[in-house]
C-alpha cells in the first residue's frame, strides 16, 4: 500500500525558511514525476513545483527564485526547500505524483505571519 507523508510545516514569519519533506513506502519517487501542491483555504490545490524522472525541475511563477524542490532517492523523499517566505504561501502543503495521483495525505500545514 502507497503511503505518502509530509512534514516540515510550522509557523514562520515573513522572510523566513521551512524545508519540507515528502516520504514514501510502497512506491519509488525517482520512478515518476512528483510534485508539490498547496491548498488554501477556500481555494483550490495548485501544484507549485515539480521534479521528474530525469531530475528536471519546474515552478510556477509565484515560487520561482524562492523555492527548491530535490529528492534524495537513498531516502527515497522528495523535499521543498522553501525560502523567503510570504503571507500569500500559507496553506497546507501536499506532495504526489504528477500523473495518476495516489491517495492524498494529510499534508502539512505551512503559515507564515506578516
Known amino acids: 500500500q502507497v503511503q505518502l507523508v509530509e512534514s516540515g510545516g510550522g509557523l514562520v514569519q515573513a522572510g523566513g525558511s521551512l524545508r519540507l519533506s515528502c516520504a514514501a513506502s510502497g512506491t519509488t519517487l525517482r520512478l515518476f514525476t512528483i510534485g508539490w501542491y498547496r491548498q488554501a483555504p477556500g481555494k483550490q490545490r495548485e501544484l507549485v513545483a515539480y521534479?521528474?524522472?530525469?531530475?528536471?525541475?519546474n515552478y510556477t511563477d509565484s515560487v520561482k527564485g524562492r523555492f527548491t524542490i530535490s529528492r534524495d532517492n537513498a531516502r527515497n523523499t522528495v523535499y521543498l526547500q522553501m525560502n523567503s517566505l510570504k503571507p500569500e504561501d500559507t496553506a497546507v502543503y501536499y506532495c504526489?505524483?504528477?500523473?495518476?495521483?495516489?491517495?492524498w495525505g494529510q499534508g502539512t500545514q505551512v503559515t507564515v505571519s506578516s
Open positions: 504526489n505524483k504528477v500523473f495518476y495521483a495516489y491517495n
Open positions: 521534479i521528474s524522472r530525469d531530475g528536471s525541475t
